[in-house]
């Protein structure tokens, strides 16, 4: 959670006054009483139900008072901007480092994810090998390979701009073709513009070895 709240706080004090704005709104929608704080009864009534539960609360509240101040509420904030995946075996939140399975991460928001204990201790049962799967800061360093060796392009500023105040949404074929073959590469071990993709029991991936 330490993490969490970390980022969530660098992204407040990084925001626009409209930004701030929207999380101080939020955080008075909880507060039902006006008091300043959000008590456990406010946060389970109100917040998404996936996010309503004590243990969760209890790791929210850093300082142990049982209330939940405009500080702890960023982490919050974060989560429900940003949903955190769960572990598809005990159910956990994945707050901290964990495990996705490679060859599923194509089906997202629908993917298959396991906290370390799980994974390590082999507690799940999935229809891909445990070879294919990967932990998040693996699949970061992955990500970046894959985007600085491939043909993946960022769009000019001033195209951005034209596409957003048209309302209209114009994609590359080329970079959709790209996202298919990289994913389509995981299972095959082949390469996508210049990085070789493959998976095994001791991972080498764009060139990076894992482990």
Excluded at 44 to 67: M, P, Q
Excluded at 123 to 152: C, E, T, W
Aim: glycine share 6%; charged share 20%; aromatic share 10%.
């Amino acid at each position: 959670m330490n993490e969490i709240r970390e980022v969530a706080k660098a992204y407040y004090a990084a925001a626009t006054p409209a930004e701030k704005d929207l999380a101080v709104k939020y955080f008075r929608s909880l507060d039902a009483n006006g008091d300043g704080r959000i008590s456990l009864a406010e946060y389970k009534t109100l917040v998404s139900s996936w996010l309503s539960n004590d243990k969760l609360f209890r790791e929210l509240d850093e300082n142990g008072d049982g209330t939940l101040h405009f500080e702890e509420f960023l982490a919050l904030f974060y989560m429900e901007k940003a949903p955190m995946r769960l572990c598809d075996a005990c159910s956990n939140i994945l707050l901290g480092s964990y495990f996705s399975c490679l060859l599923c991460e194509k089906n997202h928001p629908h993917t298959y994810d396991l906290c370390c204990r799980c994974y390590g201790g082999g507690g799940y049962q999935h229809s891909h090998p445990p070879s294919s799967f990967m932990d998040n800061r693996s699949m970061r360093l992955l990500l970046a390979q894959i985007m600085k060796q491939s043909q993946v392009t960022v769009p000019d500023v001033d195209e951005v701009r034209l596409q957003n105040s048209q309302r209209s949404v114009v994609r590359s074929q080329s970079t959709k073709a790209t996202a298919k073959e990289l994913f389509d590469a995981f299972g095959k071990g082949v390469n996508i513009g210049n990085a070789a993709v493959h998976i095994g029991s001791f991972a080498v991936i764009a060139g990076c070895c894992i482990m």
